[in-house]
């Protein structure tokens, strides 16, 4: 007997549920490892960041879920970067989980402002916005002091302002497209709006 489309979206649902909740549970000592052999080049000791590679993020304390997703993007080429797609094509999806777990319990890393001629724009920006130009406040995605918001909103505080300044600009000239959102608030800042906000995000704590 033939079953309706409904019944077999209900089907595939509760398989991919069951699924889902069959996956093995995160290991953060596992983790460790694969951090170890995979990422700490780039990312550093506890992913705390490596000060000579500033346009590879600080990964500690950032949330697991947003770790997953960007793994699993890099992985499929959703979000484009030749650097980090071949080291992310090694891991299985328990992999990723695993090491984002890790990473999730690693201590914030505190970051400082360089540029006090910036600091101002940077700041008028992360809190207030441009209303004029339909630009949102940062805060209200990332929270106000940087720490993000679980699990859609990744943690910016402390970052590298020359990471922070790549991605945004990555967003506005259209190379980093897996985020509609950021995208639009991306391009409509100038330059010097992105440089002010990275430094200022960098300082954040």
């Known amino acids: 007997m033939m079953k309706s489309p409904a019944v077999l979206f209900a089907v595939a649902l509760l398989a991919t549920t069951a699924s889902a909740a069959d996956a093995p549970k995160p290991d953060p000592v596992k983790?460790?490892?694969?951090?170890?052999?995979?990422c700490i080049a780039c990312h550093g000791p506890n992913a705390s960041g490596v000060a000579a590679l500033p346009t590879q993020p600080r990964l500690a304390h950032q949330f697991p879920e947003y770790i997953?997703?960007?793994?699993?993007?890099?992985?499929?080429?959703?979000?484009?970067?030749?650097?980090m797609k071949p080291?992310?094509?090694?891991?299985?999806?328990?992999?990723?989980?695993n090491v984002a777990a890790w990473v999730s319990q690693q201590p914030p890393v505190a970051g400082v402002a360089h540029d006090p001629s910036l600091l101002a724009l940077g700041e008028k920006i992360y809190?207030?916005?441009?209303?004029?130009?339909r630009i949102p406040?940062?805060?209200?995605?990332?929270?106000?002091?940087?720490?993000?918001?679980p699990a859609q909103y990744p943690r910016l505080a402390g970052q590298f302002p020359e990471y922070v300044t790549a991605q945004l600009t990555?967003?506005?000239d259209g190379t980093?497209?897996?985020?509609?959102?950021?995208?639009?608030?991306?391009?409509k800042l100038n330059d010097r709006e992105i440089k002010a906000l990275a430094d200022y995000i960098s300082g954040l704590h």
Request: contains cysteine; hydrophobic residues 35%; proline residues 4%.
């Open 137 to 149: 406040p940062c805060a209200s995605c990332h929270s106000p002091d940087g720490a993000g918001i």
């Open 68 to 83: 997953v997703k960007q793994l699993t993007e890099l992985k499929s080429g959703v979000r484009d970067n030749p650097i």
């Open 176 to 187: 980093r497209k897996n985020n509609a959102v950021m995208a639009g608030v991306a391009a």
């Open 87 to 97: 080291m992310a094509s090694t891991l299985s999806d328990q992999d990723m989980r």
């Open 31 to 38: 983790g460790a490892a694969t951090f170890g052999g995979v």
């Open 127 to 133: 809190r207030g916005g441009i209303m004029d130009r």
């Open 170 to 172: 990555g967003f506005r």
